[in-house]
């Protein structure tokens, strides 16, 4: 009997404790990872004011595009095809998909040292360094992924620990340089002694060699999932260079300092998103009946919660959000409401998003993800050339709020295709 049938012919009540226990680690890694990452922009903040804040941001939102490249092409394979396998097929695995984010993230950071050695000004440095940094950055969320999918949580969870631990003595030395590139270092630093110790985790070591080897064997997964994340985060990298030619630096980073009040929120977003996917496909395979009422559920709870959230921050007095985000704080809560509605509009999306890539329909998903991309740039941009950062701000949340219904109508005709699939055909004699 094979693992996945053993799964399916456990108890109700001990398959929902199992799920329960890796969906907690699944929230609490990503607290760890999503604190750090707060504490960073806190800190990053307060230290280097508005304009160099949006100097960090810029450097941030390129890496968010580098990271969906190593997800699409090594980790959102890795989780569709091996959750809930054989030690022996998962080990395998783990050692070419994790050599693929290393191989990614070292061509591309060097690309990203020779662009920002050209740059130069402000720019150019934080971009040289952030070059330097990739393959720790990819290569410790690459060991992330890897243990949600042989559903191991705990294991992620103690590797951002580790991370957010590197990361205290780091800022501190960063803080006495005091410029954007020595916050980009620290940053990356800490990563990557992360990722050292998740060799230590795995005992696996990153197969780079085995890189195309990867790559050809989930081509059919994998440059669907590259364009669809890249779209996403292209989109936001967009938006943001945009947002800083038609406003200024300042505008991004009180885009970012908005979207920081909404950390707490996004970690609870984020650690969900670790390991929807993994469950989603779980749930097809023990129960394909059930899966739309799986991603109805997860969607909408997303979306209350960050309504909830949005509502408290608008009750947040002013002295405490100076207290937060120094400077920062006055032009951020001014976007307030329409970030709290593009978050909502995208934990609903994701719910549909989720049934989709257990579903493995990377065509349908990617033609929603092209359209939301659009959607976005579209919305972020025009409503800054009409009405600055707030009408940016609105734009986008409209733009996500339409994405998200084209989410929803795919995964109801993919559900139909696969029920319909899965009917066996009645042969007349």
Not at 123 to 128: D, K, L, M, R, S
Not at 134 to 156: E, H, I, M, N, V
Not at 346 to 370: E, V, Y
Request: hydrophobic letters at 50%; proline letters at 3%.
């Amino acid at each position: 009997m094979t693992t996945e049938e053993e799964k399916a012919k456990a108890p109700a009540g001990s398959t929902r404790r199992a799920f329960a226990g890796r969906l907690s680690w699944g929230l609490a890694d990503q607290a760890a990872s999503s604190i750090s990452n707060f504490a960073v922009g806190i800190y990053v903040a307060r230290s280097l004011g508005v304009t160099a804040f949006g100097v960090f941001s810029l450097a941030w939102v390129t890496y968010g595009v580098v990271l969906n490249v190593s997800r699409g092409l090594a980790t959102d394979p890795l989780v569709v095809r091996f959750s809930g396998v054989s030690d022996t097929a998962w080990r395998g695995a783990v050692a070419r998909s994790s050599g693929t984010a290393l191989g990614v993230g070292t061509a591309i950071g060097a690309a990203c040292v020779v662009a920002g050695l050209a740059l130069g000004g402000q720019v150019g440095p934080a971009f040289a360094c952030l070059g330097v940094m990739l393959p720790g950055l990819l290569l410790q969320d690459a060991w992330r992924y890897a243990f949600f999918a042989a559903g191991t949580g705990k294991k992620a969870f103690v590797n951002d620990v580790v991370w957010g631990v590197a990361l205290v003595p780091a800022m501190v030395l960063a803080a006495r340089a005091g410029s954007v590139a020595a916050f980009v270092l620290a940053w990356g630093a800490s990563a990557t002694v992360a990722a050292g110790y998740g060799y230590v985790q795995s005992g696996i070591l990153p197969r780079t060699a085995q890189a195309r080897d990867w790559l050809r064997e989930q081509r059919d997964l994998g440059y669907r999932y590259l364009v669809e994340n890249v779209s996403l985060s292209g989109a936001s990298q967009l938006r943001a260079y945009g947002l800083g030619a038609i406003v200024g630096v300042g505008a991004v980073g009180a885009v970012r300092g908005a979207e920081l009040l909404l950390g707490p929120f996004l970690a609870v977003l984020m650690g969900l998103s670790l390991v929807t996917v993994a469950e989603a496909a779980r749930v097809l395979r023990r129960a394909p009946d059930r899966l739309g009422r799986f991603c109805l559920l997860l969607g909408g709870g997303q979306a209350v919660a960050a309504l909830c959230w949005g509502g408290a921050l608008l009750l947040m007095p002013d002295r405490l959000g100076e207290l937060v985000l120094g400077d920062v704080w006055h032009s951020a809560a001014q976007l307030i409401v329409p970030v709290t509605l593009g978050v909502a509009g995208a934990g609903l999306g994701t719910g549909a998003a989720a049934g989709l890539r257990a579903l493995a329909a990377a065509r349908r998903s990617l033609r929603c993800q092209l359209f939301a991309s659009a959607c976005y740039v579209a919305g972020g941009l025009g409503g800054a050339a009409l009405a600055g950062t707030v009408g940016s701000a609105w734009g986008v949340a409209t733009a996500t709020l339409a994405a998200s219904a084209v989410w929803w109508l795919q995964l109801r005709s993919a559900l139909r295709e696969h029920h319909q699939d899965s009917i066996p055909e009645v042969r007349t004699p």
